[in-house]
Every structure is written in C-alpha cells, then in structure tokens.
C-alpha cells in the first residue's frame, strides 16, 4: 500500500483568490490523481498528474483553473485559481499502491470559498 | 455522461439483514471494479475489489458479483451492523489503460438496530 499525505487539511479563502493543495506520497508511485468531492459523498475525478509533463484533465476542469504540477513521483500540488464559492469543497489527492491495483487516498483538504 | 452508475441514492436495512447494493457502468475497457466506504468528509477507504477475469470475491461478510456482459456488479452484506451505515461508493477504471478510477454517485445506508 501507500500513504498519502495532503497539505493544508482545511483552508478559507475569498473569492478571487488562488490557494494550493500539496499532496505527498510515502513511497514513489507511477499514478496520482486529484478528486473533488461532489454531492457531499462521491468523487470526481478532476485530473490525472503527469510526472514531469502536463496533467490531463478530465470534462468539466482545465488547467487554467487548475493547474497542477507533478515534479517528481512522491509529489502534486494542485492549485485554485480565481477561486469561487462553488468550488468549496473537499479535494483528494490518490494513487495505485506498488504493485497492487488497489487505488489509496489522501485525508482530503477541505476548501471554503467565501 | 456517467460512466458508473448507482441506482440507488439511499438503502435502509434492519441490523443482521442482507444487503444488496447495485452498480452499472458503461466502459466495456474497464477491468477493475471495487467497492469502497466512506463516511461525511472523509477519504473513501477499499473494501472489496475484483479484477475482469474472476466473477466473484467474498472477503467475510462482503462478497462482490461481477457480470461483464451485463455491464454490472454488486457487493453483498450479510449481517448487517449499525457499523456499517455509511456511504458506499461503486468505482471501475481499465487498469490496462490509463487506471483512473471512475466512481459511482454512492449509496447511503443506514442500518437501523
């Protein structure tokens, strides 16, 4: 398995602003991804993080609103831009454990957006 | 459009029941199907999970059913425990491709003693 660790848990922010979500893994994995929580129980997926080239993004999320940096295979950051109250909500940060196909997730960071 | 699909948004059930949650996806490339848990704003945690070549996992009171021509799988509860109220979250990916996990919209139960 793998660990994921996400930074901050919790943040506020005002409207227009831009805040970032660092994500790190214990171990090197091959695959990250970023989830956005929805309809205060599912996830879905935003993006996947590319080490070392541009994350791909999934309908619905661009990388002018977030953008993502994958730099090496222990680390993401995923940042808000312009941020808006309806993009309150709460972000993971997953990934494939090793060898195994089992898919692990971060504690979440929760964003409000005043 | 959604890929995974839960029909049911809500399921109650009287502790020590069987419980049945459905969910039907659209990808004939996915071949990786789980199940996972997940309480109010937390991580969603893996319960169960199976790969396309076998049509069925028990793993104690929880065994998932997999029907590729059907384009379905379920995840049986037996025993059902005020411990396991929560929301259960469906979710496939091809494993053989870009192996992102694509969720259902979640099932919340209640098991009422």
């Known amino acids: 398995s793998v660990l994921l660790y996400q930074k901050p848990n919790r943040d506020i922010c005002q409207s227009g602003t831009s805040l970032k979500i660092q994500c790190v893994a214990d171990s090197q994995v091959v695959s990250m991804f970023w989830y956005q929580q929805f309809q205060e129980q599912s996830l879905m997926l935003m993006a996947t993080?590319?080490?070392?080239?541009?994350?791909?993004?999934e309908s619905g999320f661009t990388k002018d609103k977030f953008p993502i940096s994958r730099p090496n295979l222990t680390f993401s950051t995923l940042t808000v831009n312009n941020a808006r109250p309806g993009d309150s909500s709460i972000y993971f940060c997953?990934?494939?454990?090793?060898?195994?196909?089992?898919?692990?997730f971060g504690p979440g960071t929760r964003l409000t957006v005043l | 459009g959604q890929q995974v699909k839960q029909s049911s948004p809500s399921l109650t059930v009287q502790e020590g029941g069987i419980l049945i949650l459905n969910c039907d996806y659209e990808n004939d490339m996915f071949d990786y199907f789980a199940w996972y848990k997940k309480y109010p704003d937390n991580s969603p945690t893996l319960l169960i999970s199976v790969r396309s070549n076998v049509d069925k996992r028990e793993d104690g009171r929880f065994t998932v059913f997999l029907n590729k021509s059907g384009k379905h799988f379920s995840l049986h509860i037996t025993a059902s425990q005020p411990e396991d109220t929560a929301v259960y979250l469906c979710a496939a990916a091809n494993q053989g491709g870009s192996a992102k996990l694509i969720f259902g919209e979640g099932t919340k139960l209640t098991v009422s003693s």
């Open positions: 997953s990934s494939m454990g090793g060898s195994s196909y089992e898919q692990y």
């Open positions: 993080a590319n080490e070392g080239s541009e994350a791909t993004y």
